[in-house]
């Protein structure tokens, strides 16, 4: 139980364009999903937290205009990356969490910007 | 503000010994979560184990065992009889229990153990 998949796994794109990140819990239902970015050979930081039926909550530093989470639903979250350019390239990790604290991983999303 | 620290960047070892990977957080909450989590090559977090602030006491699960000590603010990650599958990178992290429970990452140890 508790599986949280992600889609694509990888993607390349041209700069420019915009890419969506689907997270969906895949046998649970998620009261909060979280957006993490890991650069090569650094640590996981939190982009913002995300709440079903609610705006996101962006960390300090992250542009909101540019990293869209849309939260529709208890099972899917989506982040768009707008006008992706080369300092974008990551890898971008969701998770998903039940009330009462757990976080759930999903497998992770390679970005690279063209 | 929440940290967590991992002063160990790389670790190399040779198969069959023992290693120590380290954890040093700080915290102004009075309950948390500590967390280690592994990520091989292929960059799924894998969960290793989660520790409530209230409980001190040590666990072992197979080879791996896990010194929690509130007292010096560490929580430290022991991997008995290294095996090659070990190989990876290793991140803490610090949890909230109240508000928005967001975790905080370490920098991550990178791991090989060499056959």
């Known amino acids: 139980g508790a599986v949280v998949s992600q889609h694509p796994s990888r993607v390349i794109c041209k700069s420019g364009t915009s890419v969506k990140i689907e997270c969906r819990s895949l046998?649970?239902?998620?009261?909060?999903m979280f957006w993490y970015r890991q650069f090569p050979k650094q640590s996981l930081m939190l982009m913002a937290t995300?709440?079903?039926?609610?705006?996101?909550?962006?960390e300090q530093g992250v542009e909101k205009d540019k990293f869209l989470i849309n939260h529709a639903s208890l099972t899917l979250s989506t982040l768009t990356v707008t006008s992706a350019h080369p300092e974008d390239s990551s890898f971008y990790i969701c998770?998903?969490?039940?009330?009462?604290?757990?976080?759930?991983f999903g497998p992770g999303t390679r970005l690279t910007v063209l | 503000a929440q940290k967590v620290t991992q002063a160990q960047t790389e670790i190399s070892v040779v198969e069959k010994e023992d290693v120590t990977l380290d954890c040093v957080y700080e915290t102004r909450d009075t309950t948390y979560y500590l967390f280690w989590y592994k990520q091989p090559p292929s960059g799924e977090l894998v969960f290793l184990i989660r520790?409530?602030?209230?409980?001190?006491q040590n666990e072992i699960s197979g080879r791996y065992s896990w010194n929690f000590q509130k007292s010096t603010s560490s929580f430290n990650f022991t991997i008995t009889a290294s095996q090659v599958v070990d190989s990876a990178v290793y991140f803490c992290a610090l949890g909230q229990i109240q508000g928005a429970q967001k975790l905080v990452f370490g920098q991550g140890t990178r791991l090989t153990i060499n056959p």
């Open positions: 520790r409530n602030s209230f409980d001190e």
């Open positions: 998770s998903a969490s039940v009330a009462g604290f757990e976080q759930f």
């Open positions: 995300s709440n079903e039926g609610s705006k996101a909550t962006y």
């Open positions: 046998d649970f239902q998620a009261t909060t």
